[in-house]
């Protein structure tokens, strides 16, 4: 029902910048929250960020301060803009839709990811 789009991902070195964006098509009408998680190898995949339609943010403590959320409802795009990028960043970043179904049912949403690499 949704298709998910990521792009921005690539090798930077640590401390460096980057922009994730993700565009969302589809039933893009029943989109309640967009947002970004990652799967580092050997690890469960993580929420780093998420943006409710009402504007509330959920952030990984891992990435408070350094990582920011936005979206362009008009365009269903998601971006997220990673700063002071670590090592331990590394992962698969996954973009992330929650839609409204039948019956309060709440489905989720996955893009194929993009692959981030910090290193020197």
């Known amino acids: 029902q949704v298709q998910l789009v990521e792009s921005g991902g690539g090798l930077v070195q640590p401390g460096g910048s980057l922009r994730l964006s993700c565009a969302a098509s589809?039933?893009?009408?029943?989109?309640?929250?967009m947002g970004w998680y990652r799967q580092a190898p050997g690890k469960q995949r993580e929420l780093v960020a998420t943006m409710a339609n009402s504007g509330t943010t959920n952030y990984a403590d891992s990435v408070k301060g350094r990582f920011t959320i936005s979206r362009d409802n008009a365009k269903n795009t998601v971006y997220l803009q990673m700063n002071s990028l670590k090592p331990e960043d590394t992962a698969v970043y996954y973009c992330y839709s929650r839609n409204r179904g039948v019956f309060g049912r709440r489905d989720a949403y996955w893009g194929q990811g993009t692959q981030v690499t910090v290193s020197s």
């Open positions: 589809g039933n893009t009408a029943t989109i309640d929250t």
